[in-house]
């Protein structure tokens, strides 16, 4: 009586290819000899177009001598009032609101700075901040003048910050950290290569098409791993 055997040869069961990892997928070895030369192509395109500082310095000189450069300051707000304008007259009266702050940097640091009078009488935004609120204040180098430009939010925004990696580290677990740092490292590429490098003179197409290679071989790989299958998706 013969019984039931596993079949033999030199042929490799559905499941072996997973298990021999790379080796058990020839077919890929085409798949990863052009990857190899795409990443070489991006490591030279990196080095060739990787940004030395010379063109932002002539672009923010130029800006500068029109006076259209300007710095942001955080700031507290100290007192905020209401009255007649300073220009306001007996027959055009006119209500303004007027804005006393301390800036946390810049030229008046700890010094108690006042806004340009914000009128109530004209249509349009105009802020309206209590003291102790923390606010981002513009200020132009070359006239020496504050302007309001925004609240500060950047206490929120790292608190919502803080609860999304939260988030993601509790419902990813390790899967979730990689892809953390993988976003992380698309800000660092955008802000440290891209913007600079554009700025230096760079061709922006060239720019991009670099810069989003190099967020796709480490957005690929950190956030699933160097599995064949990865592999196959990025190609």
């Not at 923010?60 to 300051?73: I, L």
């Not at 303004?96 to 009128?119: I, K, M, Q, W, Y």
């Not at 802000?191 to 098409?209: M, T």
Request: charged share 15%; aromatic share 8%; with cysteine.
């Amino acid at each position: 009586m013969t019984g039931n055997s596993a079949p033999s040869g030199h042929g490799h069961l559905p499941g072996d290819a997973a298990r021999l990892g790379w080796k058990g997928h020839r077919r890929l070895r085409p798949v990863l000899v052009l990857l190899a030369g795409a990443l070489v192509a991006t490591v030279v395109g990196v080095v060739w177009l990787w940004p030395g500082g010379d063109g932002r310095a002539t672009v923010a000189e130029a800006a500068g001598q029109v006076g259209m450069t300007t710095q942001r300051f955080a700031a507290e707000v100290e007192s905020v009032r209401e009255g007649p304008c300073s220009y306001s007259t007996a027959d055009n009266p006119q209500n303004c609101r007027t804005v006393v702050f301390v800036p946390s940097d810049g030229p008046d640091v700890h010094t108690a700075v006042e806004l340009p009078e914000f009128n109530l009488d004209q249509t349009g935004f105009v802020p309206d901040p209590a003291p102790g609120d923390r606010i981002i204040v513009g200020y132009e180098p070359s006239t020496g003048f504050y302007f309001y430009a925004d609240v500060d939010r950047r206490a929120t925004l790292w608190v919502l910050a803080g609860v999304f990696a939260v988030f993601v580290l509790v419902l990813g677990r390790f899967r979730g950290l990689r892809s953390l740092v993988s976003m992380v490292l698309t800000g660092l590429v955008l802000v440290g290569f891209v913007a600079p490098s554009i700025l230096d003179g760079h061709e922006p197409l060239l720019v991009a098409v670099v810069a989003a290679a190099v967020i796709a071989f480490a957005g690929f790989y950190l956030t699933h791993g160097p599995a064949p299958e990865t592999t196959i998706a990025l190609a």
